[in-house]
């Protein structure tokens, strides 16, 4: 389940596409506490421009634990609901401009059953404003400042998305 140090959601802020002028998306963290379970859900409404501009998500301060130098990405146990299929893990450092991103798609939203994604580091994408700045190093989690997840319109991808759509959040971990 999500972790006690790192499950208040009073920790976490809304990032959405409201911080420009013609935004309209929203997101919403919630606990879902149960006697068996405790999981995090992010419910979101992307209402895209007609490009497809659109985002809206949560973040919350990375933890500043060691990340062992072994380590090949992260782990997530989840489930989707909704008309939103495609979801990002979004990385920042207040040094610089541009973050790392990560994105996935969900396959089993039919059956509603758990899923566990792989993300590898490698993988990570430095981008400013959904484009690419080929320039920027590797990650380096090091120099991360903050953690997010975030669900968009696709404005630079081969797909569009919009609607409302939760992603449950059984857990995020390093695998190595």
């Known amino acids: 389940g999500i972790n006690a140090e790192y499950g208040d959601v009073d920790n976490w802020r809304e990032v959405s596409d409201t911080v420009r002028m013609p935004g309209m998306s929203k997101a919403v963290f919630s606990l879902q506490l149960s006697r068996v379970f405790q999981r995090a859900v992010m419910f979101a409404m992307i209402n895209p421009q007609p490009n497809g501009a659109g985002f809206a998500g949560m973040i919350t301060a990375m933890p500043t634990q060691a990340v062992p130098k072994d380590t090949k990405g992260f782990r997530l146990r989840v489930r989707s609901q909704g008309e939103l299929v495609y979801w990002k893990i979004v990385l ?24 566990d994604v792989l993300l590898p580091f490698s993988d990570f994408e430095a981008l400013y404003r959904g484009g690419l700045v080929p320039e920027a190093p590797p990650l380096d989690l090091t120099l991360v400042d903050s953690f997010g997840f975030q669900t968009f319109g696709g404005v630079y991808d081969a797909f569009k998305q919009a609607g409302t759509g939760s992603l449950e959040i059984d857990y995020v971990a390093l695998y190595n």
């Open 92 to 115: 920042s450092q207040k040094s610089v401009q541009y973050d790392y991103e990560i994105k996935f798609k969900l396959q089993n939203m039919k059956d509603k059953k758990f899923e």
